[in-house]
């Protein structure tokens, strides 16, 4: 069982740039794949950006390449997700996952999410 808990979400300006993590319980961290994924309201949620449990792959939704990185810290149980150049396009909530393989689809474990909004 992992139990997942986001934060570093908040108001920001087009442009502008935010981090969000993603703690983790569990003495299991490292031996999964995460992602994160995102949902703007009336839309459905779609994939984001998402890391082997080593840290070795990563893979983006086009709609992010060269803006967000993801990366993660075993030893802290925690992955991140670099948001830069932020656009009023990326206003949705934020969630991390947990699951056996990196897949842009499905993930055994959410956490809550946080908000993100970007004013233009």
């Known amino acids: 069982q992992v139990q997942l808990v986001e934060s570093g979400g908040g108001l920001v300006q087009a442009g502008g740039s935010l981090r969000l993590s993603c703690a983790a319980s569990?003495?299991?961290?490292?031996?999964?794949?995460m992602g994160w994924f995102r949902q703007a309201p009336g839309k459905e949620r779609e994939f984001v950006a998402a890391?082997?449990?080593?840290?070795?792959?990563?893979r983006y939704a086009d709609s992010v390449k060269g803006r967000f990185a993801i990366s993660r810290d075993n030893a802290k149980n925690t992955v991140y997700l670099q948001m830069n150049s932020l656009k009023p396009e990326d206003t949705a909530v934020y969630y991390c996952?947990?699951?056996?393989?990196?897949?842009?689809?499905?993930?055994?474990?959410w956490g809550q999410g946080t908000q993100v909004t970007v004013s233009s």
């Open positions: 569990g003495r299991t961290f490292s031996s999964y794949a």
């Open positions: 996952a947990a699951g056996g393989v990196l897949t842009t689809t499905f993930y055994d474990y």
């Open positions: 890391i082997s449990w080593s840290g070795g792959r990563t």
